[in-house]
């Protein structure tokens, strides 16, 4: 692939990335097994930003076990295939992050403003985690035989 087709498959995945609302996640139980479970989310910069209650499942292993599948998805209507949907998934690190931090405010903001009211609701329950996923790999899929490996900061960079 030549740069110039880099570049457009770069943006097509940057601009795929930046419309996704949901993260699917598989995280790992204490008895080793995937567990596979999903998250509205907001994706900036370094990770994609989740915001989970200690009850749920996917929380309690993030918080045991710091390595989780990330998979952004393209909807079911988009796809024309449900084979070579448009999809891009990340091996990562989940980073706790504190009521003190610089930018959970605004994560959470952004969140209220992407997914709605029930944001300010969970804000007020003391149970609730903010993790910032941070993708140390990836794949991008954009169909058949278009199948990219991500590295670099900022959620992927086409090799």
């Given at each position: 692939?030549?740069?110039?087709e880099?570049?457009?498959?770069q943006?097509?995945?940057n601009?795929?990335?930046?419309?996704?609302?949901?993260?699917?996640?598989s995280?790992?139980n204490?008895?080793?097994?995937?567990?596979?479970?999903?998250?509205?989310?907001?994706?900036?910069?370094e990770?994609?930003?989740?915001f989970?209650?200690q009850l749920?499942?996917?929380?309690?292993?993030?918080?045991?076990?710091?390595?989780?599948?990330?998979?952004?998805?393209?909807?079911?209507?988009?796809?024309?295939?449900?084979?070579?949907?448009?999809?891009?998934?990340?091996?990562?690190?989940?980073?706790?992050?504190?009521?003190?931090?610089?930018?959970?405010?605004?994560?959470?903001?952004?969140?209220?403003d992407?997914?709605?009211?029930?944001?300010e609701?969970?804000?007020?329950?003391?149970?609730?985690?903010?993790f910032?996923?941070?993708?140390?790999?990836?794949?991008?899929?954009?169909?058949?035989?278009?199948?990219?490996?991500?590295?670099?900061?900022?959620?992927?960079?086409?090799?």
């Open positions: 692939m030549n740069r110039d880099t570049q457009a498959a943006q097509r995945l601009k795929f990335v930046a419309t996704r609302q949901y993260v699917q996640l995280t790992v204490t008895e080793g097994y995937p567990c596979a479970s999903y998250a509205p989310c907001v994706l900036r910069g990770g994609i930003y989740i989970l209650s749920s499942g996917h929380c309690k292993n993030l918080l045991r076990d710091q390595r989780v599948g990330a998979l952004l998805l393209a909807d079911e209507a988009e796809a024309r295939n449900p084979f070579a949907r448009q999809r891009v998934s990340y091996q990562s690190r989940a980073k706790v992050l504190a009521p003190e931090h610089s930018d959970y405010s605004s994560v959470l903001d952004e969140l209220a992407k997914q709605g009211k029930t944001v609701l969970l804000r007020q329950l003391p149970d609730f985690v903010l910032c996923l941070q993708p140390t790999a990836g794949t991008y899929i954009e169909g058949f035989g278009k199948a990219f490996d991500l590295s670099g900061p900022h959620m992927g960079e086409l090799q």
